[in-house]
């Protein structure tokens, strides 16, 4: 067992560091680099936070619409494979939530402020 | 250093150029670069743009047109009345600065955010759709004539080579496969009408001022083709910068598009202009994947290039806007 404190605590301790001490003394496109830089950051603290509750939510989903059992990768494959002989499409029932939960998952991790995103959450 | 051999170019054919200051180099990868610097002249210094491949890049990769074409094109666009550069000088061998041309700097903002947000643009941005839908047919409408050869591309040939790029990625995205079913489902087939077309027409290529827009830029992908791609292009949504409600650019709509567009003599036809903006948004989703291909393998192993990986998640939720809207 690893000690504390957790990557998360870690990751986040760096990032703000960076924001609230670094930013206000750089500037020019080293400033660009640096919001770029923290972005990043902030984007692996949400995956960590993320990523299993969700992983396992669509595992369960895949399982329900394809009807087999195999590792993540493995089982998005196969429902590419379907999409792209026409043997799945959006009228085949759980398809296009399937397509939707998933995508609103990856934008809560990748870009929580895209617009498209936010509208979105807005009229679920 | 490269202020020597500019010095000398433009003392060759600027009449009454002394030398060149200021230069800088604006953007640029491996094979392509473009540099600002001012022509220095007893009555005032010029201000201009070279735009160039650097001595032992000759050949313009892919999809590109290459910077003789663009030269043409960018002449062609000043001479028809459209807001261009005008080239300047077309760079030869005793130049030693490589392949590529020097043309005018227009002055003006080029940066999304600032042109949707700045109070000096206000003005502007209730215009630019309208203005731009005219300026595009000009493109469209350039004499076939006087065009240089390039490539020639079909929503067909579109698909395929989409296609073939996300498959190079080996890895599974169902809704980019749902979006290439679509296209292939709804492919139009080859267009009645087959013009120049620009192929980047979007923020970032366009110079625009307090007046409006003010120079068409980067010429690099321009090809014969349909012509509605340029105008579905410029609706993707990654190009409206947070004003999803203003399809074109974040600024306007698509009827003022339309309305500049067939003020100028053109026939708008909304669907394949749709079509291609489900083509567009998959074009540069797949772009991103692209960047975090490069990122991994490629010498460029920057944090920028891999942050852009992370962005092929925003056109996925716009391709399920637009192919899979759920009900509000």
Aim: aromatic share 6%; with cysteine; hydrophobic share 40%.
């Amino acid at each position: 067992m690893q000690d504390e404190p957790t990557p998360t605590e870690l990751i986040k301790a760096v990032a703000d560091f960076l924001r609230n001490e670094i930013t206000p003394a750089i500037k020019g496109h080293n400033a660009f680099k640096l919001r770029v830089a923290i972005n990043g950051l902030d984007l692996v603290t949400r995956q960590l936070a993320l990523e299993g509750d969700s992983d396992s939510a669509e595992a369960a989903r895949l399982k329900q619409l394809l009807g087999i059992d195999g590792a993540l990768l493995d089982l998005n494959r196969a429902l590419s494979d379907k999409i792209a002989k026409g043997e799945v499409d959006l009228q085949t029932p759980g398809l296009a939530d399937h397509l939707w939960q998933t995508t609103m998952d990856k934008l809560a991790v990748d870009q929580p402020n895209y617009a498209s995103y936010k509208r979105e959450l807005g009229s679920k | 250093m490269i202020e020597a051999e500019l010095g000398r170019c433009v003392a060759a054919w600027y009449p009454g150029a002394t030398g060149v200051t200021g230069a800088a180099k604006l953007s640029g990868g491996a094979s392509q670069e473009t540099w600002t610097f001012d022509i220095v002249n007893p009555s005032g210094n010029v201000g201009a743009i070279l735009r160039r491949a650097p001595p032992g890049y000759g050949a313009s990769p892919g999809r590109a047109a290459g910077l003789d074409a663009e030269a043409t094109l960018m002449q062609l666009a000043h001479d028809a009345g459209l807001p261009s550069p005008r080239v300047m000088h077309v760079l030869k061998p005793e130049d030693e600065l490589g392949t590529g041309f020097i043309m005018q700097r227009i002055e003006g903002e080029t940066i999304a955010r600032k042109i949707l947000r700045d109070e000096q643009f206000a003005q502007a941005r209730p215009m630019l759709a309208r203005q731009l839908g005219g300026v595009v047919a000009g493109i469209h409408g350039l004499p076939a004539a006087k065009l240089p050869k390039l490539r020639e591309m079909t929503a067909t040939k579109e698909i395929a080579d989409l296609d073939r790029e996300y498959r190079s990625f080996g890895r599974p995205r169902p809704v980019f496969e749902l979006a290439l079913r679509w296209l292939r489902e709804r492919d139009p087939g080859p267009s009645k009408e087959v013009t120049l077309v620009h192929g980047d027409f979007r923020h970032g290529n366009l110079i625009i001022g307090p007046d409006g827009v003010r120079a068409v830029l980067d010429w690099e992908l321009a090809h014969f083709g349909d012509p509605m791609e340029d105008l579905g292009w410029i609706c993707v949504n990654s190009w409206r910068f947070g004003e999803i409600d203003k399809p074109v650019g974040g600024f306007g709509s698509r009827e003022d598009l339309f309305a500049g567009y067939e003020a100028a003599g053109r026939k708008a036809d909304p669907d394949r202009v749709m079509f291609w903006e489900v083509m567009g948004t998959l074009r540069w989703g797949i772009m991103c994947c692209g960047m975090m291909q490069r990122f991994r393998q490629g010498p460029d192993h920057s944090m920028e290039r891999a942050m852009i990986g992370r962005r092929s998640s925003e056109t996925e939720i716009d391709l399920l806007r637009l192919l899979a809207p759920r009900g509000k």
